[in-house]
C-alpha cells in the first residue's frame, strides 16, 4: 500500500468512527431499559412514527417497538452473502445483519403474539431497507432472503396486493430497472417527494414518497415554517395523497413546534432519532385532540406458515 492510500485509509476510518460515536452518544441520551424483554406495559402502536437509522439506538429494533414505533429505518451493505447492517463502511459490523438484528427478530415476535407485531394490531409495520450501494444487484441477491419470510411480507402477486405484518419499503440505491416489472415480489420502492407530480409509479410500487427536509422547504428564523412554506409542502402532501401514498421528510429538525406543523401540514411520518421524545409528543398531541392514536382491527391474521 502506497503512503498517502494509508493515510486515506486512515482518514476516511477516523471520520466514520468519529460520526457513529457522536450518533451512539445522541441516541443513548435517551431513558430506555436494558436487555432484549420488554416491559409488561401496553404498547400504543404509533401510526405517525418514524425511527430513522434505528440501529443507532442502545438496543436496536427492541427499543422501536416498545415504544409503538410502525416504521423503522434499517441501512444495510452487501458483503459476500450477507447484507450488513451499516452507514457508511460495513467491515467492521460482522454479525450485524439484516437477517438476525431484524427479520428473524420480527418473525419470532410475530410467531409469539399469534400473528402480531403488535397484539390486536393488524395494519402492517414498515420496515425501511436503505441501500447504500449497488441497489440492483443488492436486490437481486435480497429477494433470495425476503422469499424465506414471505408468511410476514406484504407482498404484491400477479397484480394483487396481499397485506401481511411486515412491509418492506427499498430506500437509497432503489431498484426502478427490476422490482417495478416483477409479477410476484416481497418488497416495494420509496419514492422522491419531488418528483411526485410526474410520478410513473403507483402505491403498489412505491407506497411512501419522501425527501429530504431541506430540499423542500425551509424553517423561518423561530424554527418554525411560513405560511408560503406550509402551503408548498401541502401541495405535494394532497399529490401523494392522491395516489394513495404516505409522505416523509428526513433529516428533519427535531423540534415539537416543527413537528406538529407538519402533522398539521399532512405528512404522515415523522423522521426523528429521538424515540422517546417524539413518542411522548405524539401521545400527548393525541390525548390534547381527544382522537384514537390508532385504528385497531381485532380480526386475525394469516395463520404463519414455516419459513422455507
Not at 457508511?88 to 400473528?115: C, D
Not at 420496515?127 to 406484504?154: F, P, W
Not at 419531488?194 to 428564523?221: G, T
Request: charge should be positive; glycine fraction near 4%; aromatic fraction near 10%.
Amino acid at each position: 500500500m502506497k503512503p498517502h492510500d494509508f493515510v486515506r485509509c486512515f482518514w476516511i476510518l477516523f471520520l466514520y468512527t468519529s460520526i457513529h460515536s457522536c450518533q451512539q452518544i445522541a441516541a443513548r441520551n435517551q431513558p430506555t431499559t436494558t436487555g432484549n424483554t420488554e416491559t409488561s406495559k401496553t404498547i400504543v402502536p404509533l401510526l405517525n412514527a418514524y425511527a430513522h437509522n434505528d440501529y443507532w439506538q442502545k438496543r436496536p429494533l427492541y427499543d422501536a417497538l416498545e415504544h409503538g414505533y410502525t416504521h423503522i429505518e434499517v441501512d444495510i451493505f452487501k458483503v459476500a452473502d450477507e447484507f450488513v447492517v451499516a452507514h457508511l463502511i460495513p467491515f467492521f459490523r460482522q454479525g450485524k445483519t439484516l437477517e438476525n438484528m431484524y427479520l428473524q427478530p420480527l418473525y419470532e415476535r410475530i410467531q409469539k403474539n399469534k400473528g402480531y407485531v403488535y397484539p390486536g394490531y393488524a395494519q402492517p409495520i414498515t420496515l425501511m431497507v436503505d441501500i447504500k450501494l449497488n441497489g440492483e444487484s443488492t436486490y437481486r441477491a435480497l429477494k433470495r432472503l425476503l422469499k424465506r419470510y414471505k408468511s410476514v411480507l406484504t407482498s404484491y402477486e400477479n397484480g394483487v396486493l396481499m397485506e401481511r405484518q411486515i412491509t418492506v419499503v427499498l430506500s437509497g440505491s432503489k431498484p426502478f430497472q427490476q422490482l417495478p416489472n416483477e409479477k410476484i415480489r416481497y418488497a416495494f420502492i420509496d419514492e422522491d417527494l419531488k418528483k411526485i407530480q410526474s410520478s410513473k409509479y403507483n402505491k403498489n410500487v412505491c407506497p411512501i414518497a419522501s425527501c429530504k427536509f431541506s430540499s423542500l422547504i425551509q424553517v423561518n428564523e423561530n424554527g418554525s415554517l411560513t405560511v408560503s412554506e406550509q402551503q408548498k409542502l401541502i401541495q405535494f402532501v394532497t399529490i401523494a395523497h392522491q395516489q394513495g401514498k404516505k409522505v416523509r421528510l428526513w433529516a428533519t429538525p427535531e423540534k415539537e413546534i416543527l413537528w406538529n406543523e407538519l402533522l398539521e401540514c399532512g405528512v404522515d411520518l415523522i423522521n426523528t432519532d429521538r424515540l422517546v421524545s417524539l413518542k411522548t409528543f405524539l401521545v400527548n398531541r393525541t390525548q390534547t385532540e381527544k382522537m384514537p392514536v390508532v385504528s385497531v382491527h381485532h380480526s386475525s391474521p394469516t395463520v404463519l406458515a414455516d419459513r422455507k
